[in-house]
Nanobody, 122 residues
């Protein structure tokens, strides 16, 4: 029903910034929740951030608070993840996700993108 595609990953030096995009297609609507997760080598997938359908509610993992910002442009069916002050610990595959309601676990999201690699060197 919904297809997601992430863009913007790459290699960046510690302290630098990257902006990820998540484009949604198919059956989409303004009320759909959008989120970002990441998975580092040897670790389980972890929650990064989520934004409600109209953008009024956001949650962030403690590890990224103050550095990452999630936003969305419903007219473009796109969510964004602005990542500043990147650290080596942020290195992971980042996944965009969409679901019916706001949640902070993988089970809360029904649709997933293919992932985009973010590598932070230090």
């Amino acid at each position: 029903q919904v297809q997601l595609a992430e863009f913007g990953g790459g290699l960046v030096q510690a302290g630098g910034s990257l902006r990820l995009s998540c484009a949604a297609s198919g059956r989409t609507f303004m009320s759909i929740t959008m989120g970002w997760f990441r998975q580092a080598p040897g670790k389980e997938r972890e929650f990064v951030t989520v934004i409600s359908g109209m953008g009024g509610v956001t949650y962030y993992a403690d590890s990224v608070k103050g550095r990452f910002t999630i936003s969305r442009d419903n007219a473009k069916n796109t969510a964004y993840l602005q990542m500043n002050s990147l650290k080596a610990e942020d290195t992971a595959i980042y996944y965009c996700a969409a679901g019916r309601s706001v949640g902070t676990t993988s089970r809360s999201f029904e649709y997933w993108g293919q992932g985009t690699q973010v590598t932070v060197s230090s």
